[in-house]
């Protein structure tokens, strides 16, 4: 783990001038327009890494795609969603009855609340009963009954 913390550091770091590439932990995803465009984003990335004496693995490298699903969500050259399995997910989750799954359940809800219209406020009285949780038996009495 500390391991590709280090090299997503070194990537983000050579990298991070470049509006179109983004890296998410040990990928790099290079967007563009257009075609042409997209051959010079991905030559100043890959001059980028040369210099910082970075390799790629070929056999995780996928280029001129139209989009593309990594992280839970769909990327194209439009917009950034939230891949629709996910969000199925989120709408067929049961509902939480122990704090694990009411946490486990948050988790996701934030990472995708980006794409939720007003989910903040949804999410608020989970948060709420969480707080009075954690307060009423203490930090150390949940983390124990989590792990059982």
């Not at 509006?19 to 990335?45: C, M, Q, R, Y």
């Amino acid at each position: 783990m500390y391991w590709t913390f280090s090299f997503s550091e070194a990537e983000g770091d050579c990298l991070a001038s470049i509006d179109t590439a983004k890296v998410f932990i040990d990928d790099i995803l290079v967007f563009s327009p257009g075609t042409g465009s997209h051959v010079n984003h991905l030559k100043e990335v890959f001059q980028r890494l040369r210099e910082s004496k970075l390799m790629l693995r070929g056999s995780k490298c996928c280029l001129t795609k139209s989009s593309l699903c990594n992280l839970g969500c769909v990327f194209s050259v439009r917009r950034m969603r939230p891949d629709s399995s996910k969000i199925e997910a989120v709408q067929n989750w049961l509902i939480p009855i122990d704090v694990f799954r009411v946490r486990k359940f948050l988790a996701l809800g934030s990472y995708y609340g980006k794409f939720i219209a007003g989910f903040s406020d949804t999410a608020s009285p989970l948060y709420s009963l969480l707080e009075k949780i954690f307060s009423a038996f203490g930090m150390k009495t949940v983390k124990t009954h989590m792990s059982h």
